[in-house]
């Protein structure tokens, strides 16, 4: 029998006796919550792969009271360009006090190199034991802050105003759950926070927005022994494209006077043999910026250095290469006000554990970008995180335990304002 909102029965969470008294701030499970943490980090849930994960999600849910009208989960991943397992997870919780809806979020995708991470515990630091595996902290431990909050809530039927909860699938490859929510499931928050990486007084306020680039490169195939003069190879052609990129100071760190950004060529699939001229070789690129013009400028230069290299690669009678390039945008970037209600009711719970908040800008993606351009202002707060994407990545607990109190005191915060 799934126990009714408020019950114990499952002892998913065991809480200090002063905790949810009047006035004071409740204070999460701790321990549980380092439990919980080390739980999630072994699930395997790489993007597009989440399904094992948000189940466990959703069945800690449901053991700590929530019920299936509060639950679901929407059809994001049929509208992202790679098709998922499943989409987003939404628990949507009415107030016990009149006050504007909060969302608190997280992404529930890891990326590749942490699938089958053993996860070790060395004082309060939490390691992968494999050395060629990554922990995965990024964004476990933003799924277990989260998740504890919620499950804090309901198993102590804590007094918070209305609340949406959401995991989003896919963060790592695009941002494309948080892009493609099922908006008119989140209840209309009026203001949210997102946990992912970093420690927990960081709060990132703004970020850069990044486009994809595809480009397709033909040439034309010969024998590479025989007769390599009548063949054009693709390889050369996005060799000196490349080349011509990092060169002129298009690739990488790109700075031209007052303006900023990056661009990376970062997949190259090409070729099945040695004797062969290659005949097609795809490439994926990004380029980013705080300034949509100047990004756009990188995406042209990309595009002007695979056509110049494809009309410079011609075999013996005359017959050159050719480039196509595709892109799309997969955020854009946003600047939080400075009086944003998120950002100043994230600094409060910050300093109540006795930590100094500091605002950032910051130059990856975060599922705020898209939070944010749906209309619900969204500051993200770290918890812990260190050295995300790396084999040497490690979990902090003593800031992951401030995470998770900070989580539980913006869900709880029934003070007047919003």
């Keep these: 029998m799934r126990p009714k909102r408020g019950a114990r ?12 008294t009047a006035g004071a701030r409740p204070e999460p499970d701790l321990s549980r919550a380092i439990d919980l943490v080390l739980e999630l980090l072994v699930i395997p849930g790489r993007s597009c792969e989440e399904h094992l994960i948000a ?12 019920t299936p009208s509060m639950l679901r989960r929407d059809t994001a991943h049929r509208r992202t360009p790679t098709p998922g397992q499943t989409g987003n997870l939404i628990l949507k919780l009415p107030g016990t006090c009149r006050r504007p809806r909060r969302m608190l979020c997280a992404h529930l995708d890891t990326v590749p190199i942490c699938v089958g991470c053993q996860a070790v515990r060395e004082g309060d630091t939490v390691r992968s034991a494999h050395p060629h595996t990554g922990l995965g902290a990024d964004n476990r431990a933003g799924v277990a802050v989260t998740l504890t909050a919620a499950c804090e809530i309901l198993a102590r039927d804590l007094p918070h105003p209305p609340l949406t909860f959401c995991w989003f699938v896919q963060e790592e ?4 759950g948080s892009r493609c929510v099922d908006t008119g499931w989140l209840g209309n928050p009026q203001l949210a926070f997102n946990w992912d990486g970093g420690p927990p007084e960081k709060l990132t306020v703004g970020a850069t927005g990044a486009c994809r680039v595809e480009i397709d490169v033909r040439g034309v195939a010969a024998h590479a022994g025989v007769a390599p003069e ?20 298009w690739h990488g760190l790109v700075r031209q006077g007052r303006r900023q950004g990056t661009c990376n060529v970062g997949v ?7 004797n062969v001229v290659t005949d097609r070789v795809l490439l994926r690129a990004e380029a980013r910026s705080h ?7 990188i995406v042209r230069e990309i595009e002007r250095a695979f056509a110049r290299a494809a009309r410079k690669v011609r075999n013996a009678v005359g017959v050159c290469g050719s480039a196509a390039c595709s892109s799309r945008v997969d955020y854009e970037p946003f600047r939080l006000a400075p009086r944003e209600a998120c950002v100043l009711a994230a600094e409060d719970a910050v300093r109540a554990v ?3 908040p500091f605002r950032v800008v910051a130059n990856g993606g975060l599922d705020a970008n898209w939070t944010t351009r749906h209309g619900i202002p969204t500051v993200t707060l770290g918890c ?3 050295n995300p994407h790396m084999v040497t990545e490690a979990l902090d607990l003593a800031a992951f335990r401030d995470a998770c109190r900070i989580a539980l005191c913006v869900a709880t915060d029934c003070r007047s304002g919003t």
């Design 173 to 176: 490859i695009g941002l494309h």
């Design 268 to 274: 190259i699939h090409g070729g099945d043999a040695t």
């Design 354 to 356: 006795g930590r100094t």
């Design 9 to 20: 029965a499952d002892e998913a969470f065991r809480h200090p006796a002063h905790a949810g």
């Design 384 to 386: 812990g995180q260190v």
């Design 230 to 249: 009548r063949g054009v190879s693709a390889i050369a052609i996005a060799s000196l494209a490349v080349a011509h990129l990092h060169e002129h100071g």
């Design 291 to 297: 300034s949509p013009a100047f990004r756009q400028r």
């Design 55 to 66: 189940d466990a999600v959703e069945a800690r849910l449901r053991a700590s009271g929530a």
